[in-house]
């Protein structure tokens, strides 16, 4: 258990405690934690389940990961749980993200909280990415135009439904419907939904209540597996380009 050993003494430190601080929170002795620390010794299960309950972190993250390598310290609320959740970085120090399989995107749901099943994604690195927490997801259907069906949505962790900004785009993870890509907006005088709405007009908007998102990732950028055919090519321009127009098409209207 070569990472505990590390985990102990890089989580006492975040926390600002001395080794006989620390012991006085946990109730142990100091010459225990220096005997953790320096891998004299390795705490037993007992000893384990103090630590994850006093960090709010699973054993098997505490036991498995080197959390010095995370690049922060956030935590993303599991349940009652608050768990490290740390950006995934290469041998050199680069920051890497998970893909989400379009075949495996079903048991996200299931294993977005599963360490084990986050660590066997497939993973890339994009050196143009902003710093934080990304994902790639897999888009399915239409509902997103120009967005095509297959394509892959990278975006950023969001830590509290609280950061979104209203009328972006982004990936929802809800208990009732697993993972969807939506324009999330914040409805005026409304503090327990939210309303997520296609691009596509097609399909209806719908409210969503706060308390059924278990994760929200704000789009970053979009990468297509297939190409463009000439037609799709014209419409997404053309829809781009009304978009873009949009403020400038309803000044006109007043007149």
Known sequence: MKNIQANIRHLRLLKKLSQERFADELGWSRSMVGSYEEGRSEPPIE??????????????????????????????????????????????????????????????????????????????????????????????????????????????????IGDVKSGRTYIVLTKDDGLVYKRVYLPEGDEENVLLSSDNKAYQPYLVSKENILELWEFTCCINTQEYDEKELKLSSIMTMFQELKVELEAVRKF
Request: glycine residues 6%.
């Open 47 to 160: 000893r384990l389940i103090d630590l994850s309950n006093y960090f709010n972190i699973p054993i098997d993250i505490l036991v498995k990961n080197d959390l010095r390598r995370a690049k922060d310290t956030s935590f993303i609320q599991i349940g009652t749980k608050r768990v490290l959740f740390p950006v995934t970085v290469n041998e050199d120090n680069e920051d890497l993200i998970e893909i989400i399989p379009a075949k495996a995107s079903a048991g996200y749901l299931e294993g977005y909280d599963d360490p084990e099943y986050i660590e066997q994604l497939q993973k890339i690195k994009l050196p143009f990415l902003p710093t934080g927490t990304h994902r790639a997801f897999p888009i399915k259907g239409d509902s997103m135009l120009p967005v095509k069906d297959g394509s892959f949505i990278v975006a950023k962790f969001v830590e509290a």
